[in-house]
């Protein structure tokens, strides 16, 4: 369904704009329908630069974005509508995805005014209320209030639901998580677990391991701008190949392991500190077959994947 | 004993009415104990950690006492709580990433900060540059501005700049939450060493993110809705919670390993009940599973096992 090939995204930086910074290197995956593909990397490896490329809020500066066979890229007026009605994203801060001067409705009503004209007011009424039931929301509950009289997980869900009502085909859930509070995020997530049994197709950013390898099927490892590992979620979590892959997963808090028993396990290094100097790492090499399924970048074997 | 806090209670003023945040709350911290304040957004355990050291304008001193190493600190009067502020109780403040003045290159500020209390910055400049290479800074950092140093380098100078005077508390709130996994487990690790180290004596780490207690807390406290609903050693409330609200927190949690396919994990249906005027009674007693007739008064947060207490009728009973 959709489809990344080799896709590079340089920001220009400097006074002047004068530089060049490849945030995204040389990045391909695929996502199909019904398949939730979790795209995991710390802050600054591009992980939302890609979601927002395939959102068309970037462009690319290399490399193409084809979706159901054609190049995103060039899209136009209404055709760029269409790819919209199949492609939607949803954010991290659901709190700054609202106007607090209006209502949150008014998310519905403009997409109505954009996309549903046809429809009368009952037909709307009954879609809204079917997708609001989609995200288990009670439609009393939500509408006619205003963003700050809402929880960050009931917003976060009305997006959702926004999306929903367009039939999308691929969800780019960009930290939608991250903000919600840990009683609630579980429900959200098992929401999205539920939307991708119906054919929905999730891109999932996170910078979450737990979060990632909770829902998605398989997962892509990012580090600086490239793809360091990547195939089914179990076999990248389960046998992890890659250095960073490894420090990442010794370093990620766990409940009933403590740091030294994981990092055991895993035999990998500690992490180490950043002191600012030289040595910001260089980015990945070519993408080798490890297993079936399951991709890894090149790497030396001392440490050129260590951690920053 | 280190630290007593017995009754406290801290309101918000607000034109609807006093928001409850701490609504009497009573436990203690032994020397070295590094104790870990859990809950989730609402709470009060940013409240609670930032009432013991500076209460902002719109937090009101209700009643209640804390008692630093025998002595009872002044925390309803601002100007006497400067004699204790940095020398004894230190803060690592929330957004510590945004804590550091732009304006300022990192040494500029760390005298300035001092001189406001008095301490000749000659006297603890050896001190404070062999901690920045404790904690892998080079001493370089004293001549950059903040906006020269990566998130987890701005977090570990704040570290070393609160705890430099040695203060019998810290209170470090949500300090690896803005972080990366790799950054924040380092960050993590270095406060256990302060401790170790005895740089401080004791500290309570205030986070939402209860496995990262785990890996480095003695004891955990568990809040919700303005009142503490569990205290054990952390091993304890990981793996043999008593609270029904901390026993459902935790089976809300994803793990590496967990998967939907696999295994559903289920959140708490509903939400905490506002804090303008709270229900009487167990306030969480609207979620819980386990609630009956008795949870309409409020359960004393007793002892259950040995250094193990927990506000609930169904353990105490």
């Not at chain 2, 017995?6 to 009497?24: E, F, P, R």
């Amino acid at each position: 369904m959709l489809k990344v090939e080799t896709c590079c995204k340089a920001y220009r930086v400097g006074a002047f704009g004068g530089s060049e910074l490849l945030a995204v290197h040389d990045v391909s995956f695929e996502v199909a329908p019904g398949e939730v593909v979790a795209l995991i990397g710390e802050s600054g490896s591009g992980k939302s630069t890609i979601g927002k490329m395939i959102l068309r809020l970037l462009r690319v500066t290399r490399g193409s974005i084809v979706f159901d066979g054609g190049d995103i890229s060039s899209l136009q007026g209404r055709r760029l509508k269409e790819y919209y009605a199949d492609v939607q994203g949803v954010f991290q801060d659901p709190f700054s995805s609202y106007n607090p001067i209006f209502k949150a409705d008014r998310v519905f009503a403009m997409l109505r005014h954009e996309y549903f004209q046809g429809l009368s007011g009952a037909e709307w009424q009954s879609k809204l209320e079917k997708s609001l039931d989609a995200v288990s929301l009670n439609p009393a509950d939500v509408l006619n209030k205003y963003p700050h009289q809402l929880s960050g997980g009931q917003l976060q869900r009305m997006l959702i639901a926004r999306a929903l009502l367009l039939d999308i085909r691929l969800l780019v859930a960009d930290e939608i998580i991250s903000m919600l509070d840990a009683s609630t995020r579980i429900d959200v997530l098992n929401l999205l677990g539920d939307l991708k049994s119906r054919g929905l197709g999730i891109l999932f950013i996170t910078h979450d391991l737990n979060l990632g390898s909770y829902i998605s099927d398989r997962t892509m490892i990012l580090r600086s701008g490239a793809v360091v590992e990547l195939g089914a979620t179990q076999r990248v979590f389960g046998n992890p190949l890659h250095p960073y892959t490894r420090s990442l997963l010794a370093s990620v808090p766990q409940l009933h392991k403590t740091w030294r028993e994981q990092e055991a396990e895993l035999g990998a290094a500690p992490p180490g500190l950043d002191d600012g100097g030289p040595g910001a790492a260089a980015t990945g090499g070519k993408l080798v077959e490890a297993e079936d399924d399951h991709f890894v970048a090149a790497f030396s074997g001392d440490g050129a994947g260590a951690p920053r | 004993m280190s630290v007593r806090v017995d009754g406290l209670k801290v309101y918000y003023q607000t034109l609807h009415g006093d928001v409850k945040a701490v609504d009497g709350a009573t436990f203690e911290i032994a020397d070295g104990e590094i104790m870990g304040l859990a809950g989730e957004s609402g709470c009060g355990k940013s409240t609670l950690g930032k009432s013991m050291i500076r209460m902002d304008a719109r937090m009101r001193y209700v009643e209640g006492h804390v008692d630093l190493d025998g002595a009872e600190l002044p925390i309803w009067d601002d100007s006497k709580m400067n004699a204790f502020r940095f020398r004894e109780v230190s803060i690592i403040p929330q957004y510590a990433l945004s804590a550091l003045n732009p304006t300022r290159r990192i040494g500029t500020m760390a005298a300035e900060l001092l001189a406001s209390r008095d301490v000749p910055v000659d006297t603890v400049l050896p001190e404070l540059k062999r901690r920045l290479r404790l904690v892998g800074l080079s001493e370089d950092v004293l001549e950059r501005f903040p906006i020269e140093l990566s998130g987890g380098m701005k977090q570990r100078v704040v570290m070393v700049l609160s705890s430099i005077l040695d203060p019998s508390l810290l209170i470090a709130d949500e300090v690896t939450s803005a972080l990366d996994v790799s950054t924040q487990r380092a960050v993590s690790e270095l406060l256990v060493e302060f401790r170790d180290r005895g740089f401080v004596k004791s500290m309570i780490v205030i986070t939402h993110d209860l496995s990262v207690l785990y890996q480095i807390a003695d004891t955990v406290l568990v809040m919700y809705a303005g009142k503490l609903a569990e205290k054990a050693p952390a091993e304890t409330v990981v793996n043999a919670p008593s609270h029904p609200y901390t026993q459902l927190l935790l089976s809300s949690l994803p793990e590496v390993g967990v998967r939907y396919s696999e295994k559903r994990l289920t959140g708490i249906p509903g939400r905490p009940p506002s804090l303008l005027d709270p229900p009487t009674g167990c306030r969480f007693r609207a979620r819980c599973p386990l609630a009956f007739a008795k949870c309409a008064d409020e359960p004393p947060f007793a002892e259950v096992g040995a250094g193990h207490s927990a506000a609930c009728w169904k353990v105490a009973a």
